[in-house]
């Protein structure tokens, strides 16, 4: 399902959500944040920098930063751009369907409930937006507080 | 809140072409639906309006029967009453029926509708054009030409193309206006676009024997592309990248095209597989992305999209082979009243230098909807005059949300006012056609008898 470079992904853009409105975030200090090896961020951000999730700038002050607002970015579009199309396993994919070496996929039982569930993680994943996940976490965190308190 | 008390919602539909019967038809579908639906249209006969009115055989849909069924939950029903009539071979759908008959098919729609709403009062026909339109404290008054006004819930505005050319073409007429007098035969013809629209007016004037030279010019001069029978490729949401910009979702629409290919497919199979996505697409974008493919790709995208049949295709190439059309990729400078015609300045694609031409008459076939703010519609103007609308951001329809509501001046979605048709395209992208128009009426109607029950 999603893999480490899809969640990699996500967290750099909850990072990224967080700063001040345009201004930039240093690689490393993602990474650090984070727990994610630099060199892979690297690509992360670029790939989504190509999709047009992120802008970046150059130099000795260059960094990362959200290309809109956190609200307009839908979680299912990200992960798509980053692991390719949603699939739980990889012949439950039109555009990208490998073919199982061991199963014939007209009357694989498995697959076509696998297509089914497909539709339902689009339709989680592109109704929730990069806020609401970000949101979300701060809620579980408060809660946990006042639960302390 | 009185009305409310009686138990019926009452809606009225500003325009009684085929959107607005389509809509009716969906608002009835339910007989336990207890509202009254009242269709407003300016012209003499419903369900025509601007594509349908033609009574030139050559006219013909561009969507096979099984697409034009009126009834989203019954894509059959258009097919079915062509074989009743004879005019299909039950065993054909994949037929391309004159435009005349599909007005004939809506027309008998709403007389059945008529027919089976006489004495429960649902259903009310009105021909009257309309003045304006305003929110109420307890709903919508729609002011019409003879001075009188109708009051009710809802008003849906479902007011089609713009019939006018947009200001900036200055001198050209749309095709089927009144301006649009006969002409001598050996006229010369200036036209603003090379697409269908062009297509059908260039079967107009052939049919009536035209034959003076005919010029057709766009900023690159591209003919639709031929209609040939293939299997649509099949995709789910979950394949298709959603929120990306331009370039990303180009690069990947492209490799799939290839791959399709590779596959022994074709490129409509991508085009049409695609569809049922379109509007989900273009509602996930970025307006950058969108402005962008409005601005570059749009062209190349329709003439992909919107195809002719082959029949057609081999008769225009005929023509222009002949030299009776020609197209010429530029952009019109300026038109000059010249005697009875026009002198056209016109800067061909890539040169320097314009060139000017002598024409009778300059159409429009653009297609092209400038501001609705200084369009010729009134209730769209007075609707923006009062803050109650304002046009999208790409200013190419009115803004509304993904559920048809008219949003006003200030951001907000109204309850009471709503537009469905080419109106939203804005928001809904591809809306001129009936397969996507009869899926958002489909769901507006939900919405709105759902409010009642």
Known sequence: MLTKKGKYGLKALVHLSGMPVGQLAFVNDIAVANNIPKKFLDAILGELRNAGFVQSRKGKDGGYRLARPAAEIKIGHVVRVLDGPLAPIPCASRTQYQRCEDCDEATCQVRHMMLEVRQAVADVLDNRSLAAMRDADNDDVLQDIKYHI | ?????????????????????????????????????????????????????????????????????????????????????????????????????????????????????????????????????????????????????????????????????????????????????????????????????????????????????????????????????????????????????????????????????????????????????????????????????????????????????????????????AGELELLPGKLESARKDGDGFTATIRPRHKQEAVTLKVARIYDCTGITTDLSTGSNPIVRSLIERGLARPDPLRIGLDVTPGCAIVNAEGAASTRLFAIGPLTRGTFFEIEAIPDIRTQCSALARRLTEKVA
């Open chain 2, 1 to 321: 809140m009185a009305e409310r008390a009686t138990g019926r919602q009452s809606i009225l539909i500003i325009g009684g072409g085929a959107s607005g019967v389509v809509l009716a038809a969906h608002l009835l579908r339910d007989p336990d639906a207890d509202i009254r639906v009242t269709l407003i249209e300016k012209r003499e006969a419903f369900g025509q309006g601007v594509a349908y009115s033609t009574n030139l055989p050559d006219h013909v849909l561009n969507v096979s029967a099984f697409g034009m069924s009126a009834y989203a939950d019954d894509p059959e029903h258009f097919f079915r009453w062509l074989v009743e009539r004879g005019l299909a071979e039950p065993d054909n759908p994949q037929i391309y029926v004159p435009r005349s008959l599909y007005g004939e098919y809506l027309r008998e729609i709403l007389d059945r509708l008529n027919e089976q709403e006489k004495g429960t009062g649902r259903l009310h026909t009105l021909n009257e054009a309309c003045q304006s339109v305003a929110t109420t404290p307890s709903g919508v008054e729609v002011k019409l030409a003879n001075g009188t006004s109708l009051v009710g819930h809802i008003a849906v505005l479902a007011v089609g193309h713009e019939e006018q050319a947009p200001p900036d073409h200055r001198g050209a007429i749309r095709p089927g206006s009144t301006e649009d007098t006969p002409l001598p035969a050996d006229a010369s013809v200036l036209v603003l676009g090379t697409g269908l629209s062009m297509i059908d007016l260039w079967l107009s004037l052939e049919n009536r024997g035209h034959s003076g030279k005919i010029v057709a010019l766009s900023r690159r001069g591209l003919l639709p592309a031929i209609h040939r029978r293939g299997k649509p490729i099949r995709l789910d949401a979950a394949d298709v990248p959603l929120g990306t910009d331009l370039s990303y979702f180009i690069r990947w629409f492209r490799r799939l095209v290839r791959e399709t290919e590779d596959a022994g497919g074709n490129w409509r199979d991508v085009v049409d597989g695609i569809r049922p996505f379109n509007q989900r697409i273009w509602q996930s974008w970025p307006s950058g992305a969108k402005r962008r493919f409005i601005e570059h790709t749009r062209a190349w995208w329709d003439i992909h999209r919107h195809r002719m049949p082959p029949v057609l295709h081999e008769r225009v190439s005929r023509a222009l082979a």
